[in-house]
C-alpha cells in the first residue's frame, strides 16, 4: 500500500531556510512523479514543484523560482523541498503525492489533479518574524 509521510515543517523567519521531506513506503519513489503542493489559509490548493519518475526532471511554480529545489534519494526512498529565503507568502500546508501520470514527453505536472496514487497527511509551514 501506497503512503507518504511529510515532515520538517515548522516555525521559520522570514529569509530562512527549511527543507522538507517526504518518506514514501510501499513503492519506490523513482517509480513514480512525486509532487508538492500547499494549501494557505482560505486558498485553493497550488503546485508547488514535482520531479518525474523514469527522466528525474523537474518543476516549479513561478511563484516559487527560483527560491525552491526539489530532489530524491532513491536509497532512501525520500523526495525533498529545499526553501530558501522564505516569505510570509510560503506560510501553509504542505502536502506531497505520487501520480503515474506524467507528460508525453517524461514530464511531471503540477496539477493536483493527476495525483491519485496517494498524498500525505501534511506538515505545516509559518514564515512569522
Known sequence: QLHLVESGGGLVQPGGSLTLSCAASGFRVDDYAIGWFRQAPGKEREGVSCISNERGS???????KPRVTISRDNAKNT????MNNVEPEDTAAYYCAAT?????GGDCLLS??????GWGQGTLVTVSP
Open 100 to 104: 503515474l501520470t506524467t507528460t508525453y
Open 112 to 117: 493536483d489533479a493527476w495525483y491519485t496514487e
Open 58 to 64: 523537474v518543476n516549479y511554480a513561478d511563484s516559487v
Open 79 to 82: 523526495v525533498y523541498l529545499l
